[in-house]
């Protein structure tokens, strides 16, 4: 399984610091996408054929020669021992499909391995449909499909992405390629990966390998402007830019005797935040005494379903006596 793992860690450069976060290594997960068990475990098969055989499938498979009744030889598995193919004896419709939740606010990357062999001419119909009885129908697609729609749908309003798609013409042999989809518009929902064969006209072997799921947690980058001081009230605001919706909160770091009152803004969206900095009683005092007031602050950004992280910055206030 291919991960994005982000560690913590502090940078500051002048008047921009940020801070990033670990994402979480479960965000989501293909159940058994390398097909290294040796069998489908974690996938639904769907098939409707147009013979007696019970035998047109997907299979796991190893080596050169597909599991059931299949004559053509393939591609061996690109990554590991294992990966997915169709073996079939007769015309029909193939589909292997697993259904996946999407954590909300993350970023997903779909990342798969596809490849395929046909002895006859690859054709889609137009419009396109599973059917195989009639005319010419030989092809091999993969699709991010709405969960609650028929395994075989090809209704456009089911099908959410589409990841690959022979046409007709195409090489009649495609080496495994890699293939990637964003699926960051579906965050927060469930999604179903299809892989469809249609054959009508010979064997086709389509097959995957290493179905994936790179997730991100959402970004808690951030950047500190420089500060505008009111110096007749001997306050300041702090501009912050954020990445996305979150909760921003600035506060002393000198916990133990806290010289500005905490202050907490909600972000909607990306954009700049001008956070207020006012002083306590105490630290009004020292300030209209002394005419400034160095203080050491804390900026901290939780982004909405992600993690939070903090920065510190440097600043003066100034009050100018009436």
Do not use: C
Request: overall charge positive; cysteine-free; charged content about 15%.
């Amino acid at each position: 399984m291919l991960l994005t793992r982000l560690h913590l860690f502090a940078a500051a450069i002048a008047a921009t610091v940020a801070l990033v976060a670990p994402a979480s290594s479960s965000a989501a997960t293909v159940v058994n996408g390398e097909f290294e068990t040796g069998n489908l475990d974690g996938w639904t098969v769907f098939n409707r054929s147009g013979g007696p055989s019970t035998e047109d499938s997907w299979y796991a498979y190893t080596g050169i020669v597909p599991p059931g009744p299949s004559e053509l030889n393939v591609t061996p598995p690109p990554n590991g021992n294992y990966a997915a193919v169709t073996s079939q004896g007769g015309e029909g419709l193939h589909i292997l499909y697993q259904d996946v939740p999407l954590e909300p606010y993350y970023t997903h990357q779909l990342v798969l391995m596809a490849y395929y062999r046909s002895d006859a001419p690859l054709t889609t119909p137009s419009p396109d449909g599973f059917g195989f009885e009639g005319d010419a129908n030989q092809q091999y697609r993969i699709d991010v499909m709405n969960p609650a729609a028929p395994p075989d749908s090809v209704n456009p309003a089911d099908v959410l992405a589409s990841v690959f798609a022979t046409k007709t013409g195409d090489s009649q042999e495609l080496k495994p390629t890699l293939l990637t989809a964003d699926l960051t518009p579906f965050a927060g929902q469930t999604v179903r990966l299809r892989f469809a064969e249609v054959d009508n006209r010979g064997y086709l072997a389509a097959s995957a390998d290493v179905v994936t799921i790179q997730s991100s947690a959402p970004s808690n980058l951030i950047a500190l402007g420089k500060p505008s001081l009111n110096k007749k009230k001997g306050t300041a605001r702090l501009p912050v830019s954020v990445p996305g919706p979150g909760t921003l909160v600035i506060a002393d770091v000198k916990n133990s005797k806290r010289r500005i009152k905490a202050k907490t803004l909600t972000a909607i969206a990306a954009g700049t935040l001008k956070l207020p900095i006012k002083t306590t009683k105490s630290a009004r005092k020292t300030l209209a005494e002394k005419g400034k007031l160095k203080l050491k602050v804390a900026v901290a950004f939780t982004p909405t379903g992600g993690f939070a992280a903090s920065v510190t910055r440097q600043l003066t206030l100034k009050l100018v006596p009436k």
